[in-house]
């Protein structure tokens, strides 16, 4: 089945230096999400890539979509401690009633030492 | 910003036993989803539920599982005879449309059988 992979599993940054977690797609995705959960947390909706090489910032945050819509990365710049958490990609799987599910990635947890 | 409600917060439970699992949804939305969490874990699949049936399952989603709306509100998910595998954190999810939205999780249930 299809899988979605992410490295690295962890991270740990000093407070300032920047932090990118990969995702690897087993299969072509229409589109892709991203989400963070805090410890203790649940999972919250970041941002979609849709197109082909999409470039999105939110802030800090750089979310990229690979030209063959296989894989993602997120970039943060400059990080703080409040970016601490896991960071999950998804990727959608299409359903027989034509709807869909997301299947997550592995995840990167990110630990911000100040 | 709406919010999907679950309760209990934390459940526990003898194994054996039946658990009933609630989700209040986002009034609007149409799509439903049941994700589980083993502690320090990916966020795992089982179980899509759209126009008042099941759209698809995991395997992790057996027998002793089961999810129905009873009330038109109320999304519940019902584990018939918990085991200690079943301890996990449960995570109900929705979203307005099939795909291109994100998802919006509760804070979720966190099970633990004994």
């Known amino acids: 089945g299809q899988q979605v992979m992410q490295i690295p599993q962890y991270q740990h940054v000093q407070e300032g230096e920047d932090f990118t977690t990969y995702c690897n797609s087993s299969t072509t995705l229409s589109n892709i999400q991203w989400y963070k959960q805090r410890p203790g947390g649940h999972p919250v909706f970041l941002i979609q890539?849709?197109?082909?090489?999409e470039v999105k910032k939110q802030k800090r945050l750089t979310f990229q979509f690979g030209e063959a819509k296989k894989n993602s990365s997120l970039h943060i710049t400059a990080t703080q401690t409040t970016d601490v958490g896991t960071y999950f990609c998804?990727?959608?799987?299409?359903?027989?009633?034509?709807?869909?599910?997301?299947?997550f990635g592995t995840g990167t947890r990110l630990k911000v030492l100040a | 910003e709406p919010e999907v409600t679950q309760t209990p917060s934390h459940q526990v439970t003898q194994m054996g036993q039946e658990v009933i699992l609630r989700c209040v949804p986002i009034s609007n939305h149409l799509y439903f989803y049941w994700y589980r969490q083993i502690l320090g874990q990916k966020v795992e699949f089982l179980v899509s539920f759209y126009n008042n049936e099941i759209s698809e399952k995991s395997e992790i989603f057996d027998d002793q599982f089961s999810v129905e709306r009873p009330d038109g509100s109320n999304f519940t998910l019902k584990i018939r005879s918990t085991k200690l595998e079943d301890s996990a954190m449960y995570f109900c999810?929705?979203?307005?449309?099939?795909?291109?939205?994100?998802?919006?999780f509760g804070s979720g249930t966190r099970l633990t059988v004994v």
């Open positions: 999810a929705t979203t307005g449309q099939a795909v291109n939205y994100g998802y919006t």
């Open positions: 998804a990727g959608p799987a299409v359903l027989f009633s034509g709807t869909y599910k997301y299947i």
């Open positions: 890539l849709v197109k082909s090489g």
